[in-house]
């Protein structure tokens, strides 16, 4: 088994083939989650996978998210590696509990004696008229708890990459799969590979300013950097790809190099993670900064269902351009 | 169905345990020695001896809110240092947990404790899992959640009954229902006061005990046990009982309900009674017992008091497992 053969895969094919792997690699491995196993999951992640292992180790739930993540936290309990599915992310207030007061605290408050070695896949993110209720992101639902591990890839390789290294850790994570980036294809590796959690990619390296980026923000960026570069400005755009703990290292590495910083998050602005990052590279890069933070963020609005509503309220390239372009003037 | 003498006596020691270990805890507590909340199983010691008897070391239980009597039991039992379980109470660092759990996430798998959770029904969805792990790897254990009146509010409750009840899971419910969850009476809280009637729909064996007579607990107990590791997939008990301990406030139940519960359905001195007709035994046989098994909770309570408290520098430490690079 090589990884280095390369070849073309969507985001939804990447994480399918992750799965595939943890299934084939380990018996301790299995899926549970509504509608993931002869109908293959709503975004068709789990496709296939339960011809291959069979109704017990991909298995399909009831609408019990509470009892969906109890079950992955107490099989974790003695030795299992779940992979639960919440269908879609704004689903989670269901079993908030769940994963804040149970998976999040059992290593800790149990003084280390259970291992709550989960993976919480979720489709998170607006932009196709999903309205309310299936739209959202919800990192920030999430960082303020501790013990809680926040994956959010942006390319298929880092998607496959980061499943299979959220299954083999010992963590609790919560995995989340941006919607519009579904359908994205990119290379994919063949084979098992990991890709390290903790670990922020440098998406683009510039020297004039720097981006902070996760998920379809990252191609955002990109795009924007794309434009900005026929205007001589050479833009950093970093893509956080853990988003708890995160790797604050690389992120002031590179405010250091260029002094300035723009955090693009889709999530509203007020206690999120652009928040978060905005202040953290404040309080350590304050004298290599020659602007203040800008944050490119959600409007304080929940997620509208017209799309002329929503594309006004979620940030796109333009807000990213206005952001570069307001850190550069200052 | 009677109980032969010797395992009666045990199971009167048993009882003595939890009452005694509550009494001194209460007492320290009150003197200000032990932090935040207590939760006393005073009065419900028949039900938390009874499950304690039939669940083996590689058995797992999710405690309730009223629970230190079955933490005290388990640890004593299957690894006889029950004063563990008085000193995280106490806080201390030799604590089963190093004092960062206390009186309501004490956890020890060893001994099968799979720790309480203090926001009520949790653990009735993560005891799912646990047996569902049993259930794949064909190991006949019994994973047991123990829950009171009021968890029945919660939607845990009807998440977990059913999906326990489709998967045909080896789980044990053992519904304590003392009559109140803290002020709310059970039939004023729920459509039913009796729970079973509310577990029936889900299509298990729904058993209702009196939980103050020890010879049923234990042989209801038994039958459910037995019928899940047979494979027969969940099983709910209710014990009907009734707690000691009123509100923080003070007593809030009327009179002579207190003196009911207290004085003619106390499960302790129901069992006295029972040895004191069935054997030789003496009442003085009994108070021996009793006296034992206060001097044995009065050295816990001197382990948990000259124990170290935990190193500060700890609390941070094991909020992720690999630490912060989650290695």
Request: with cysteine; net charge negative; charged share 20%.
């Amino acid at each position: 088994m090589s990884a280095t053969t390369v070849r073309t895969r969507t985001f939804v094919q990447a994480l399918n083939e992750a799965l595939d792997i943890s299934l084939a690699r380990d018996p301790n491995v299995y899926l549970l989650g509504e509608d993931i196993a002869e109908m293959g999951g709503d975004f068709g992640v789990t496709r296939g996978l339960w011809a291959k292992y069979g109704a017990e180790r991909v298995r399909d739930t009831p609408l019990s998210e509470a009892a969906i993540i109890g079950t992955a936290v107490g099989s974790a309990m003695v030795g299992l590696r779940p992979v639960a599915e919440i269908m879609f992310a704004d689903f989670l207030g269901e079993c908030y509990d769940q994963l804040v007061n149970n998976a999040a605290k059992m290593h800790y408050m149990f003084d280390g004696q259970f291992k709550a070695s989960i993976v919480v896949r979720t489709a998170c993110g607006g932009g196709f008229g999903g309205g309310p209720h299936h739209s959202q992101s919800v990192e920030g639902w999430f960082l303020n708890v501790p013990g809680m591990v926040i994956v959010a890839p942006a390319t298929p390789a880092d998607a496959k990459g980061l499943l299979l290294a959220s299954i083999e850790n010992d963590n609790p994570i919560l995995f989340l799969e941006h919607k519009a980036l579904y359908r994205l294809k990119g290379e994919v590796p063949e084979g098992h590979y990991t890709t390290p959690l903790r670990k922020a990619a440098i998406a683009r390296p510039g020297k004039d300013v720097t981006v902070v980026a996760t998920m379809k923000m990252v191609h955002e960026a990109l795009a924007a950097a794309s434009e900005l570069e026929q205007e001589g400005i050479d833009v950093e755009v970093i893509d956080l790809r853990t988003i708890r703990p995160y790797d604050a290292e690389t992120v002031l590495a590179s405010v250091h190099k260029t002094g300035r910083a723009v955090v693009a998050n889709e999530a509203p602005k007020l206690g999120g993670l652009a928040a978060e990052l905005s202040a953290t590279i404040s309080e350590e890069c304050f004298r290599a900064l020659k602007a203040p933070v800008v944050r490119v963020a959600g409007l304080d609005a929940p997620i509208p269902f017209s799309l002329v509503l929503e594309t006004y309220i979620l940030p796109g390239k333009k807000q990213v351009v206005e952001g570069i372009r307001s850190v550069l003037r200052a | 169905m009677a109980l032969d003498i010797e395992t009666l006596v045990d199971l009167y020691r048993d009882m003595w345990l939890i009452r005694a270990f509550e009494f001194g805890l209460e007492r320290e507590f009150k003197k200000g020695n032990v932090p935040g909340m207590l939760h006393t199983g005073v009065g419900q010691e028949a039900t938390q001896a009874a499950l304690a008897a039939h669940l083996k070391a590689t058995d797992c239980f999710f405690p309730d809110h009223r629970c230190h009597g079955i933490n005290a039991l388990a640890q004593e039992k299957h690894q006889g240092d029950g004063e563990r379980i008085m000193a995280e109470l106490f806080g201390r660092a030799t604590g089963v947990c190093s004092g960062k759990g206390g009186s309501l996430h004490s956890a020890n798998p060893r001994v099968g404790n799979f720790g309480d959770n203090a926001v009520e029904g949790s653990y009735m969805a993560t005891v799912l899992g646990v047996a569902l792990a049993w259930q794949m790897r064909k190991q006949p254990n019994v994973a047991c959640c123990i829950i009171g009146d009021g968890t029945v509010g919660r939607g845990e409750f009807h998440e977990s009954l059913n999906m326990a009840a489709i998967w045909k899971l080896p789980v044990l419910y053992a519904c304590v229902n003392n009559g109140y969850a803290i002020s709310m009476p059970v039939g004023k809280g729920h459509a039913s006061a009796d729970i079973v009637d509310l577990a029936r729909g889900y299509g298990m064996p729904c058993v209702q005990v009196d939980g103050n007579e020890i010879e049923l607990a234990y042989a209801e107990v038994a039958r459910a046990v037995d019928s899940i590791r047979a494979g027969n997939g969940p099983y709910f008990l209710e014990f009907k009982t009734w707690r000691w301990q009123g509100l923080f406030s003070g007593e809030f139940r009327p009179a002579e309900e207190v003196r009911y519960w207290k004085e003619d359905r106390d499960p302790i001195r129901l069992a006295r009674q029972k040895i004191g007709a069935q054997s030789s035994l003496q009442a003085a046989d009994l108070d021996r017992i009793e006296a034992e098994v206060v001097q044995q909770i009065e050295t816990w309570i001197d382990f948990a008091k000259n124990s170290p408290m935990p190193d500060p520098a700890k609390a941070t430490a094991d909020v992720y497992v690999g630490g912060e690079e989650l290695r």
